[in-house]
């Protein structure tokens, strides 16, 4: 697969107008928390009133963010792009402890490899990457997402934005009434 062509399926659910755009990093315990919400505020809000986009935002305190990016990117070249992909946000975040650094610098992980870190997502996900990991230019995509948050003042995970504007007053910790309330008027 490294020499074919490739295309990354966009990480967007549901089809409506109102744009929900979360900035999400997959290691960070907010984002994995605003992620695991995304289904039922796509059901609460309706996929025919919203769409939600996922933007990634690696970060260097989470020490194997760009590897673990770099997964749900290739993830989502594969047979089942963004449906691929999501398996592996959602397993990686249901098991943070095995992609993260005690207080962001030591404990266990200080010993693996990156090749250890993918094969840690692809046995919680299920997911073939290794192949997909190794295309020579996906890093082509990672940008396009890093270069989007910049342009749009994002520096942290979680950001959310609504219809292309920020919306600092929203927070991995509201309800997801609050979140549908905010995007149409539940």
């Known amino acids: 697969m490294a020499d074919a062509a490739w295309r990354a399926d966009p990480l967007a659910w549901g089809h409506g107008p109102r744009v929900f755009e979360a900035f999400l990093e997959p290691t960070c315990p907010y984002s ?5 919400k995304f289904d039922l505020l796509l059901a609460e809000a309706g996929a025919d009133r919203i769409t939600i986009k996922i933007r990634l935002q690696p970060q260097p305190w989470h020490m194997y963010s760009g ?7 290739a993830a989502s070249t594969l047979p089942g792009g963004k449906e691929e992909a999501k398996k592996v946000i959602a397993a990686v ?9 005690d ?8 010993d693996a490899t990156p090749r250890d ?3 840690r997502v692809e046995d919680y996900s299920g997911v ?12 082509k995509e ?3 997402h890093c ?7 994002i520096h942290v995970s979680p950001t959310f934005m609504i219809d292309g504007l920020v919306q600092p007053d929203m927070s991995s910790g509201d309800a997801v009434a609050d979140w549908a309330a905010k995007l149409v008027g539940k």
């Open 32 to 36: 994995v928390r605003a992620f695991n």
């Open 128 to 139: 073939a990457l290794f192949d997909a990991f190794a295309i020579p230019d996906l890093d």
């Open 147 to 153: 270069k989007y948050a910049r342009q749009n003042g």
């Open 93 to 101: 975040g249901a098991h943070r402890e095995e992609f993260e650094f």
């Open 142 to 144: 990672i940008k396009w």
């Open 103 to 110: 207080k962001h610098w030591g404990g266990a992980n200080l």
């Open 67 to 73: 590897v673990v990016t770099r997964c749900v990117i």
């Open 117 to 119: 870190i993918i094969k």
